[in-house]
């Protein structure tokens, strides 16, 4: 044993750590078996992202052994893989060795039409060329070859060949060493892609019918037999909106439905027809759903929205929040009065009130010092801004065009106020008097219904909390951010009594790393998180809407991702808007009665009642649960679920129970007509029997995780009829996924640093170091404190403060956490927090996850991006003219390059 | 200026220099030894410090970051055959109403050293700002050769250095 690691040291690092380990007991090699001991310093385990995979003859495990893999690797369906190829043998600049691995070879089975995306990444030797293949027995299916460049390339199945076994080559085709990411579709797009919420748009029993010859009215009742179809209005010359003959309708709807379409078929087979396709209603393209954005990857999907229910709450209030003005006290809106952005342009009020921006003199930068009447951002004097208001904006009220998103209360008016100038900053007067504007005390009405303020930073003031005050006893109802201090402290305006206080949670509804707290918190919304990607969906949690953004040099139109509670907040406002379209009583008082009862936000505490919490308040707004709490209101009865999705794995839950409530003006009415799943891998365990009334049912169901192919995410629905005041069906989405490679995750061999917080140049400097190997899809670590005697060795921490970091060195050279390679840093990458060794103290049980993806994940690929200013985590080098057991480390690798 | 020859410095030169006190600011920012091309309050680079760029594909590296929203034209545009690109990032800042940007550039240590100075601003506590996370940059162009180094004084206590 002793003989493999001295061979190590010929090359560099911290092989020795696993050499002492296993000389003092701490379990076997490096990264064995639970590492904590009484001597250990600090010691834990680093997860592995689902389907990450390492080309076993990378760099470093060159560097170790023998020579690169004659046989092909087998890969699962879903993977994304780090590799490294290089036509020859060399050193970097430095000391570092690099070994040829001219090709590499996998083998996987692809799907019809499926692709498989490489990003090509330098060492820092600079790019070259890489060549990605597509192989069948030998056969060239597919080729594509990158271009010096670090755009991503992707070969596809051609449709021509049947799904199977194929071979993936990556050759390096320069002369350079390179590191590659191979990657089926983005992880978590399978899931996105079937991501389509059934729709039944069409109208009942009527079909738009175009003629072969031109029918006038008078010659078409002639020539169409009775009991075909009825005229019922010409759309155009020769195309008639028909109705199907009466004895078509049926019992329920779903039938309804069937026959409208079998109808419709037997009418494109008459020889007067040329074509009959069903009514389209308008209804489902008239959601936010329907949005280019909603789904878009390059931009992120707008998951905020699913996250806080907001397609149920579409098909619950399908008016978009009509009628109900939302003033966005914030910075303005990018474009000019009448021509703002196109997606806010048609909800902005029109024609302004006069007097809407309320920047004086000192925060102004639009041109016109002082308060005037164009709202419009002018962006920041000094560099660029993100239009934040329009962001804000279009949150709660962007408009559903056919064209980049779409807000949550997609058909309010938008009433922009502009209070924040120069860099977002504003004074605590001029929002003074914009509060007093908007609550029309000289008009004798409120200019707006709901109040946006995502903004904050200022003190306890009485004159803002009297302007809310008097604004809220006229109904209006106020909304604020509660700021991303990560703190506590009350942050005004939000903290106001009569101001709903929204805290910021990632896409998982974990509260938000920055987002404030306390027992001023009234409920919490979608914030995103670019650190985190708690929706599993491979992308960084951020909030996609409206923006502008400088183009040629001049600001274009467009949309971002944004983070903060800043964020959150408007998602409330638009859920507020939607409730108030249906009841314009809601005011604060009854807004915040229900909330308290629940009837707004999603908690899950087992049924009992929910207490407030300092992060989440009263809970994650629900804006299906608040749109049923407003529409009980009126006449309507309903059945809601929840959980509203459900998640079924084979590493998480394998069963789950679904509590479907009723609600409404006389929800005991609700009488069940039938549950239906029709997924294989979906059982219903238990389910409410045809016939059963009430107010409470609740189904059982189970994965059946053999009928599912591995690896890879299924969506199916339950489907529940019931009737209350009317037929109506419920759809349940469910997601199954049969996870197979937990216990194959690899990300290669992982060193793990304690490095000093504060870097010198652009590099930390690295105090301890050791390493593991991937051992059941799992890397353990553990440091020694410091004993004081010399030599120290590389896994000796003495006590002070760190940050903990590790990643895999694939190509060799003597950095971590770089593009193309593996990284987690403590507790979460992007957000390290330091930690403290304390002499004779233990730190056990540290948990982080490594990836190669980074918080800085662009596009639909898993684009790995480095931390710009940081070139990666230096490794201690090993001296290769030093003894197996006593080798000096340096102590400090600051500014070497 | 001397002819500057390529040092390559070793490991371990950590310079802790004291800030030399930059009451004595170059009036003369019209020399063009160092111009800033643009700042930006959503740069989208979390960590607090700076990156020196050589390269078109460093550069494209950079502008792929999520949550950015910078000129990016105006940054294609730098000759990076002439000039370099200093990337000097606050990291993320949970408000608006924070910005970095160039104050003033000046030769020192017999002109082997540019020093950039930082203008960095914060809002006053109390002022009321978004609540968006920003995460403010300013990037120089420098010329590619004529230092040995190049310090940046005014982001953080200490100086940050890149070693060409």
New interface residues.
Partial sequence: MRANFRAATLFKHSILVGLVAALTGCGGSSGGNEPATASSALSGTIDIETGTRVDADNADALSLNSSPLRTSQSLPPEFILAGYVSASSGIYPGLSRYSADPFDTFSMFLRKGQSISLQPF?TIRG?SPLTLSLLSDGRDVATVSTSN??DPIRVSLPDAETAGTYTLKVEATGSEPMLYILSTSAAGSALAASFDWPDHDFADAEAIVVFRQNKDQVSMRSSVPQGVMEPEMELAPGVWLMKAPSQTARSSRSQTKESTLDWIRTLNKRPEVALATPNYTMRAMQTPLDEPLYNNPSV?QQWHYELINAPIAWQIINNGGVGVTVAVM??GLYGAPGNWHSDLNANVVQPLPAGTDFVSEAFDNDGVPGRDSNPSDPG?A?????F?GT?VAGTIAAAVNGAGGAGIAYKASLLPVR??GE??????A??LAALNWVAGLDVGKPRADIVNL??????FQPQLRDAINAGADRGIVYVA??????STLASYPAAYEKVFSVSAVDGAGVLAS?SNSGDWIDLAAPGGD??RDGNADG??D?VSST?A?????APKETY????????A?PHVSAVFALMKSLDKELDYERLNDRLMKGELTYRDCGGGSCPKTSELGWGLVDAGKSTLAASANSVSEFLTASPSIVNLSTEGELSASISLSAYGNNPDGITIDSVSAAAPWLQLDSVPASEDSGTDFSIGVTLLPEALEAGISERTTIVVEYTGDEFRRLEIPVIGQRVTDQQARDAGRHFVLLVDPE????LY?TVAQTSSVAENGQYQFSFMPDDGIEPKLLNEVPPGKYILVAGSDLDNDGLICH?GEACSEYPVA?LREEITVRLGETVTGIRMTTSYSR?????NTP?I??????RGYKLMQQRSDSGGTSGAA?K?????? | MAGSPLVQLVAGCVLLVACAAPDTVDDKLSVPMARQVTQSAHCGLTGPGLAYVRTPERLQQLLELPAQNMAIQQLRQVDMAKEHLVFVTLGEKPTGGHSVSLASAEMENNDNTLRLVMAVRAPAPGTMVSQAITSPCTVVAVPTTGWLEIRVSGVRASDLVVKL
């Fill in positions: 330098s790019p460049q670090s992120g914030d910075t920041n000094v560099g660029t801004s993100v934040h962001h209070v924040l860099g977002g900053t504003g004074s605590s001029d929002l995502s903004l904050g930073g200022l003190p951010a509660a700021g991303n201090s990560a920055y670019a650190s992308r960084s951020l923006s953004s400088i183009i040629n040099g971002i991702g944004l983070q903060g509670t800043s964020m907040a870097p010198e140049g652009d400097t593009a992007g918080p800085a994940i662009s596009a684009d991006l480095p931390r710009p200013g940081f340096p400090t690798i600051g500014a070497a390059r």
